[in-house]
């Protein structure tokens, strides 16, 4: 999707499926759905809308499936209502794909409180003890002994 143009048709399908699924799409079996990306071929033919549902119920599978039976019921639409925004001759086919970032995001999470928690436990048997003398560093001179020294081969 390097072409700017395609890139803009993405972009207006991603508004426009949003739109309709916000105000026209009245189906009861459909969630609380974000479209979260568009992708489309090269020549325009083909668009894959991605898309997330929140479930307040907490049963995640079954609000999915019940999405992606009232998306697929609304697809010819959805298809013609962008086909009117778009204006161009043909209008792309729509595929609807369920994002996979919320799972991808929950893993991500579950692995760095893992690696917190192993990071704590490791911090909590730490010893504060350091190898070598307490103070490695050198000290400079002392000026007053080099003083005293050249006083007394004077005398």
């Given at each position: 999707m390097a072409?700017?143009?395609?890139?803009?048709?993405?972009?207006?399908?991603?508004?426009?499926?949003?739109?309709?699924?916000?105000?026209?799409?009245?189906?009861?079996?459909?969630g609380f759905v974000t479209v979260t990306d568009v992708r489309v071929?090269?020549?325009s033919q083909h668009a894959t809308?991605?898309?997330?549902?929140?479930?307040?119920s907490g049963d995640?599978?079954?609000?999915?499936?019940?999405?992606?039976?009232a998306l697929e019921s609304a697809k010819g639409l959805i298809r013609s209502?962008?086909?009117?925004?778009l204006g161009t001759r043909t209008a792309p086919t729509l595929t609807f794909v369920a994002d996979a970032l919320p799972e991808s995001?929950?893993?991500l999470d579950e692995v760095l409180a893992r690696a917190r928690a192993a990071d704590e436990a490791v911090a909590a048997r730490r010893v504060e003890t350091y190898a070598g003398d307490a103070d490695p560093y050198k000290k400079p001179r002392e000026v007053e002994d080099d003083l005293d020294a050249d006083d007394a081969l004077d005398d």
């Open positions: 072409n700017p143009r395609v890139r803009k048709i993405a972009d207006r399908i991603k508004v426009v499926v949003a739109e309709m699924l916000e105000r026209r799409i009245k189906d009861p079996r459909l071929t090269g020549d809308v991605f898309y997330t549902v929140l479930d307040a995640d599978e079954a609000a999915l499936a019940a999405t992606a039976a209502e962008v086909a009117k925004q995001a929950r893993h």
